[in-house]
């Protein structure tokens, strides 16, 4: 059975060449009528018409594939801005390649020989921004998630992570909670230096915040929490965590230490991962719109590829309390 072309979908349509490459390529908007997109839309679909990509691109001068440079892959999180960037990026006729840094968010090796000749843009993670002089193409237009609006991009997406930690300090504040713990990652990145700097403007004067810094795992943050929990002074009454996978590290650290969540201490995440339901009591933590973020990580790209500024409020955050939380204990 011969393969449908552009010309077969423009004579049933009854419509020019130019209009199908139009429609199909997403570039009718202001060039053809709603009605006559649709009806386009609708006569390739009936006859099976697949565009010719590879011919497209050679014609184009593009690959229409985008680079997705993230952490890790076991990091839930990440696989969900991947799941968003692909569902996008799929509606255009692109592709993304994941490129997840193999030491979690150091440097890391050229995926490519020349990532010029294979991508047309890149997005990527700031966790793993170093990740990005090993890929090089330096002039491939650059999409940066959660990171710095003064870094050189063209364009950001970002979430509301101050507001995040000053729903986590309202909700602790409004339980009586004086005395706190920030769990801090020992990652060197802007998303978690924007959460210590917005909770420390958040609770000084009105608390006691003590810091102490932990790896992205569930043992290094147990681990850092019972020392801190050993230290000097009056033991702290909640523990502000920077993301899921430390506060579990924290409630297990307390387990072992003998406190009872939340009614000697209460215990905050970021992330709602999968693991918040997991633990025991099932973890309050601030959700975050991970599928959102690769979807407006993908649209920005494409702006961008099509010389459209874009620009865009950073993505709504909210608390999800649950029973790792309660009233600070009575002294």
């Not at 020019?16 to 997109?37: F, M, N, Y």
């Not at 793993?128 to 050189?152: E, K, T, Y």
Request: hydrophobic content about 45%; overall charge negative.
């Amino acid at each position: 059975m011969t393969r449908p072309t552009s010309r077969d979908v423009a004579g049933a349509a009854g419509v020019s060449q130019a209009t199908v490459s139009l429609v199909l390529g997403d570039k009718w908007r202001g060039r053809v009528s709603e009605r006559t997109a649709a009806l386009v839309r609708e006569t390739a679909t009936a006859l099976g018409y697949r565009p010719n990509l590879a011919a497209r691109n050679l014609r184009l001068g593009s690959t229409r594939t985008a680079l997705l440079v993230v952490p890790a892959l076991t990091n839930e999180f990440f696989a969900r801005v991947y799941t968003g960037a692909a569902r996008i990026a799929a509606e255009h006729g692109f592709g993304v390649v994941l490129y997840p840094s193999p030491d979690g968010t150091g440097p890391a090796r050229d995926p490519f020989a020349s990532a010029r000749a294979a991508l047309d843009g890149v997005i990527a993670s700031s966790m793993a921004a170093a990740a990005l002089d090993a890929i090089g193409g330096d002039d491939l237009p650059l999409v940066m998630l959660d990171s710095d609006p003064a870094s050189p991009a063209a364009a950001h997406v970002n979430l509301a992570m101050a507001d995040g930690m000053r729903q986590i300090a309202d909700h602790l504040l409004h339980h009586g909670h004086r005395r706190f713990l920030h769990l801090a990652s020992a990652v060197d990145s802007w998303t978690f230096h924007i959460r210590a700097r917005a909770l420390a403007d958040l609770l000084t004067p009105t608390a006691e915040l003590r810091t102490t810094r932990a790896p992205l795992t569930v043992d290094s943050g147990r681990r850092a929490v019972e020392t801190a929990l050993a230290g000097p002074g009056p033991r702290p009454t909640a523990i502000v965590c920077d993301d899921d996978i430390l506060a579990a590290g924290a409630c297990k650290a307390a387990r072992r230490l003998g406190l009872r969540i939340p009614e000697d201490l209460s215990i905050t995440g970021f992330d709602d991962l999968a693991l918040a339901t997991a633990v025991e009591p099932e973890l309050t933590t601030v959700a975050l719109p991970a599928e959102h973020v690769g979807e407006h990580g993908m649209t920005a790209l494409l702006a961008v590829l099509d010389g459209t500024p874009w620009t865009a409020p950073d993505l709504p955050v909210h608390l999800v309390v649950r029973d790792s939380t309660g009233p600070a204990p009575t002294p």
